[in-house]
Every structure is written in C-alpha cells, then in structure tokens.
C-alpha cells in the first residue's frame, strides 16, 4: 500500500486553517460521488453504512441479551447501541468545543469496531493466540479494519499487478481521530508495559500517513472528546443496564463493606493504584447526594422514566464539566487538532470511574459470568486451534484469498486472528461447533 495524493474537499463549517487539505486528504484519491458534502460528512457515512459497524450489533456490551439472570429488561445495550450512544454524546460534546461534530460522531462510531467476539475477554484470548505474530488490541485491530479489512475502496498493487483494500479509505484526521492510543505495541510513552496499543506493525505505513505532521505520542483533540465520550457513556449507560438487570440495588450503595468492595473494583483499573478511596467515597456521595439519583428501582414505568433522567443528567454533568473546565483553560475559540487538550476534572473522572466500578462489582464480577467468561476463552482458543489446523477451510471468501496470498506463516496467522475478530458472539460459537463438533 502506498500513499497518493489525495483530492479534499472544502471545509467551510470547520475554523480556518484547523482543517486543512492535509486533514482532509485520503490515502487513495477519489473524486466526490455528489458535490456539497463535507469530507468528514462523507468520513461519518462510510462508518455508519459499514458492515463492520452492523456486526456490532452481535457483541456484547456488559448485560448479555436473553440471560436469565436478567429481571426486568430484556434488551440490554450491545456494542453497536454503545457506540451511537457514543456517538451522540461526542458529536455534541466536540461541536461544543468547536470541532467538527461529523468528525467526531466519525471517530466515536467507529472507535469499537475492531472488538472481537466477547468484548475484551475475546480481546484476552485472540491475544493470547497472536503473541507470536504481534499480538491483539481491539483499537489496533479498529484501525486495521478502517485501514484494510472493510471492503470499500481498492486501488492497484505494483507488487502483485492485482487491487489492494484501503478500507474505507477515511481522511487523515478521521483515522487521527480515531486512534485512542497512538504508538506500536510495548511503545506506551508513559507506562512501557502497558498492553494498550493502536497499531500492529503490518499497518505503520498508514498509521504514519495519518500521524503526519502530529507530535509525537501525542493524541488529538477529536480523539480526546471520542475517549471521554466513551468512558461516559459506558459508565452511565452500563450502570443503567445493571439497575435493569436486577444486578445493581442502588440501596446497598451505602454499605461501607459494599462500598469497600466497589474500591477494590476501582482503584488500579479505572483510577491509579495511589488514588485514596475516600477520594471515590466523596465521589459515590456527590452522585447519591442529587435529588435525581436513582435510590431504588422496581421497573416500573415511573422508575424507568426516572432512572432514563437520572442517566441524562449523568451524561450532561460529566460533558459539562469537562466542556466548563477546558474552555477556562482554552477560551472560546475554536479547539481542534493539536491546539488544546481536552481538560476533565479530577472530581469528574472519580465520579465517572465510581460508576465504572459499580457495574465491574455487580454485573461483571457475578460467579455466573466468570463461568461464562472462562467458556467464552474456550470457545475461541479451540475455533483459533480449528482454524489454523484446516486453514483456509473455514475462513469467510475474503480472508480465504488474504490468506492464500500471505507471504509466510505470521501473515497467515495474522489472518486468521482478523477472521475471528470480525465474527459476533453468535456466529463464533457456531463455527467453533461446526469445526470442533462440541457445542
């Protein structure tokens, strides 16, 4: 693959000069299909039409659709609900600050798609299996699946004579956007050992196109509202589905041995190891102190009405306390790029991460799902053995072709791991038992 120049389009909604035709370039020039749209509007369409982003719709989120466990609601949210929920609150929260909201909204539908089957405890395992060829990372493997994997633009190969996938052939600043974790595997600025990464090796030729020009290790302002905007609508909306689950009672909230336990959950994982927990204590009784908090619910038509309050405030007090405290720090112009950081108050991210915790303590840590989380590893370690035993036998069409052209076994490999990573929850277990024979 290799970069050409890229024919841009006027961006008159966007503040001058901050998106440029460097921003608005493509990997693969293509001319506009109808004039009078946005590149970024064209960037949102691509993702939102995409069949990667309709898999989604087969993954789950925290509550599994159809458990028995649950009580009340039998739909709770997947990772595609997420991701537009995600999207909403990024698209206001971005426009708010004065980025392009279809840039935005582009980048937060697009920033789960390369989640495999079983959200990260799938993330666990296809790692497990890729350690000898670079290793998984659903932000990784998102970037792959904008970049190569989804089928929409090719352009000619000189190596081969034959067509290459550029994927959705986004813009620059759409696959910056996008990229929560800007560094190869083991290169985290901060924390060497940390297993975050955005981008395998096979893939840094694109990964350095679309960093063009960007400080180093440094994340853009599109990608910092997409981050927040993500962590605040996991938080609040996985909370929710908990108290619809019958999972989460909001009663034994204020519990000292409960809330000890919900610490636990906390501190190392969605707050650093020296947080103090009264620091999360105070946070837990801000929450409970407003007069919309949810101190119980039975589901029925009133505690749900109140409960879907209780979240929209959730959401707004988190945006607007992130939006407040970066424009005292920025100003009121426009904030796009690499002109500012997205600035979100300690108080903020503890309340944030406090609700976090409350779901991981009641719904993720429940007995049952761990028994589940431990067959889920099962199920894709034996497809992932089946699979690279009678490769290219069980492989969709596409990866059949990308893996009798890999040049050696780590490509091979590797395509087997984006095989797996595109199925849903459903279809992984059906092909793990039509290849396996066990159910």
């Known amino acids: 693959m290799a970069g050409t120049t890229g024919i841009t389009t006027p961006h008159p909604s966007g503040p001058a000069g901050a998106y440029d035709d460097t921003a608005t370039e493509r990997w693969a020039a293509e001319p506009d299909k109808r004039p009078g749209r946005t590149a970024f509007q064209r960037d949102r369409a691509r993702v939102l039409h995409s069949s990667a ?18 009580q009340w609601d039998a739909s709770p949210r997947t990772r595609l609900t997420h991701s537009l929920e995600c999207a ?26 390369g989640h495999p089957p079983f959200g990260h405890n799938g993330e666990q395992a296809l790692n497990d299996f890729a350690r000898d060829c670079g290793g998984f990372e659903g932000n990784a493997q998102s970037l792959r699946l904008l970049t190569r994997i989804e089928p929409k633009r090719f352009v000619g190969s000189e190596e081969t004579g034959g067509l290459v996938s550029v994927g959705l052939n986004l813009t620059r600043a759409a696959l910056d956007a996008a990229t929560k974790y800007p560094w190869p595997r083991g290169a985290h600025p901060v924390e060497p050992g940390s297993l975050k990464f955005g981008v395998y090796e ?90 919309w908090w949810p101190h119980g619910y039975d589901g029925s038509a009133v505690a749900q009405g109140r409960l879907k309050d209780a979240t929209s405030q959730l959401i707004g007090r988190f945006c607007l306390a992130a939006e407040t405290a970066t424009r005292q720090a920025y100003g009121t112009g426009p904030l796009t790029r690499y002109a500012a950081e997205l600035v979100v108050p300690r108080a903020a991210r503890h309340e944030c ?82 290849l396996t024979g066990r159910p």
């Open 88 to 113: 909403q609150v990024g698209r206001e929260l971005g426009a708010a600050l004065g980025c392009d909201p279809d840039l935005v909204e582009a980048a937060c539908l697009s920033h789960d798609m």
């Open 202 to 291: 096979d893939d840094l030729p694109v990964f350095g196109w679309a960093r063009q020009g960007a400080p180093a290790d440094r994340i853009c302002f599109e990608a910092q509202v997409m981050d927040w905007s993500d962590d605040v609508a996991y938080s609040v909306h996985d909370f929710e589905d908990g108290l619809h689950a019958g999972h989460v009672d909001p009663a034994a909230l204020s519990s000292e041995s409960e809330r000890r336990g919900i610490w636990s959950a906390a501190i190392g994982r969605y707050v650093p190891r020296d947080t103090d927990p009264q620091e999360l204590s105070a946070a837990l009784d801000r929450l409970m102190g407003q007069e």
């Open 353 to 434: 991460a406090v609700l976090k915790a409350v779901a991981d303590r009641y719904v993720m840590q429940r007995a049952e799902q761990e028994a589940l989380r431990a067959d889920q590893r099962i199920v894709l370690a034996e497809l992932a053995e089946a699979l690279t035993a009678r490769a290219p036998e069980g492989l969709d069409p596409q990866f059949r072709a990308l893996f009798d052209a890999a040049p050696d076994d780590r490509a091979r490999k590797r395509v087997i791991v984006d095989q797996i990573a595109s199925l849903t929850d459903a279809v992984a277990r059906s092909l793990h038992a039509g």
């Open 53 to 70: 982003l309709r898999r989604l719709a087969g993954k789950t989120q925290v509550v599994t659709p159809g458990s028995r466990s649950q």
